[in-house]
């Protein structure tokens, strides 16, 4: 290993690691090494490498504490994709090992790192539209379906496996909310609410049809302006339309300044590593008040009438 670079073990396979494969290859400063998540002992080798400094965990997330854990324990920094885990119990235990260990556990809140969601949120902060008035969401695909092309690329419920992202986002703008509802199987919907009357509507689908592409997206009302995102994923980088209406003029194109989103993340990662970078806004507590949330909407839609009947 030269030394100034950061020796990271990529766990996984299929798109979302080498997506991260990708955006690390592009890092001059990071020195790769890829590792089938059923080779173990090259996996309890890597733990036990010295030379190692970081595991990134691209795996199924039923199974990511699994690997976290004795990652933290054996003095590794941790950079896991969302959702984090799929219960609390888990997701607490892997926030305990990094604090235990003194060692970072970094969680792949995406849309933190996407140009057209940082906008909004710099605009949220500025004030420059005036307050933000409300949010709505969607990410919708087909994976429950039993033909579904990408079946085999998602693994969990609709409200963690596809809301959670959203839920972050929402959460990142306006905080916590003071309740939530949702209603449907599948195709869910969930509404927050805030105490000061704003609100945030979260739709997430595995039931589109198969023939329809992935797609996600938003709208965001500000007091002066309305934004809307909406982004189209096919074969490689999503076609994005992005734009802003304001008065009685009709919507324009907004250049939003970006990259590669998971460059950027892990560009942050890396350099959080170091002692260059925040790490609070990739960090463990952040992802953890994403899975409540999801866990509270889950919970919701089981609470709804007629839910069960």
């Given amino acids: 290993?030269?030394?100034?670079?950061?020796?990271?073990?990529?766990?996984?396979?299929?798109?979302?690691?080498?997506?991260?494969?990708?955006?690390?290859?592009?890092?001059?400063?990071?020195?790769?090494?890829?590792?089938?998540?059923?080779?173990?002992?090259?996996?309890?080798?890597?733990?036990?490498?010295?030379?190692?400094?970081?595991?990134?965990?691209?795996?199924?997330?039923?199974?990511?504490?699994?690997?976290?854990?004795?990652?933290?324990?054996?003095?590794?920094?941790?950079?896991?994709?969302?959702?984090?885990?799929?219960?609390?119990?888990?997701?607490?235990?892997?926030r305990d090992a990094a604090r235990s260990?003194?060692?970072l556990l970094q969680v792949g809140l995406l849309m933190r790192s996407v140009a057209?969601?940082?906008?909004i949120k710099d605009l949220t902060g500025s004030g420059v539209h005036g307050r933000l008035l409300g949010l709505s969401t969607w990410r919708l695909g087909s994976y429950l379906r039993p033909d579904a092309p990408d079946r085999k690329a998602h693994y969990g419920d609709p409200t963690t496996e596809l809301m959670t992202f959203d839920l972050d986002f929402a959460t990142w703008l306006m905080g916590k909310p003071t309740r939530v509802s949702a209603a449907g199987t599948g195709g869910i919907t969930a509404l927050l609410d805030y105490a000061d009357g704003r609100h945030a509507t979260i739709a997430a689908s595995g039931l589109m049809p198969t023939g329809m592409p992935f797609t996600a997206g938003f709208?965001?009302?500000?007091?002066?302006?309305?934004?809307?995102?909406?982004?189209?994923f096919e074969n490689g980088p999503p076609r994005v339309a992005f734009t802003i209406a304001e008065g009685k003029s009709p919507p324009r194109p907004?250049?939003?300044?970006?990259?590669?989103?998971?460059?950027?993340?892990?560009?942050?990662?890396?350099?959080c590593i170091a002692g260059r970078a925040d790490p609070k806004v990739l960090d463990a507590d952040r992802a953890i008040e994403a899975l409540t949330l999801s866990l509270d909407v889950r919970r919701a839609i089981s609470a709804a009438p007629g839910a069960g009947s």
């Fill in 101 to 103: 260990a003194g060692r």
């Fill in 254 to 271: 907004v250049a939003a300044e970006g990259g590669n989103p998971f460059e950027i993340e892990l560009r942050r990662f890396v350099d």
């Fill in 1 to 94: 290993m030269q030394r100034g670079r950061t020796r990271i073990a990529l766990l996984g396979a299929g798109a979302m690691a080498r997506a991260h494969a990708a955006a690390y290859v592009a890092l001059a400063d990071v020195e790769l090494v890829e590792v089938p998540a059923r080779d173990d002992a090259r996996v309890q080798a890597l733990l036990e490498d010295r030379e190692v400094d970081a595991i990134d965990i691209c795996l199924p997330s039923a199974v990511h504490a699994r690997f976290a854990i004795p990652a933290l324990a054996h003095g590794k920094h941790v950079f896991c994709e969302t959702p984090m885990a799929l219960t609390l119990d888990e997701a607490h235990a892997m």
């Fill in 116 to 119: 057209e969601y940082r906008h």
């Fill in 219 to 232: 709208r965001a009302l500000f007091e002066d302006a309305a934004f809307e995102l909406q982004q189209v």
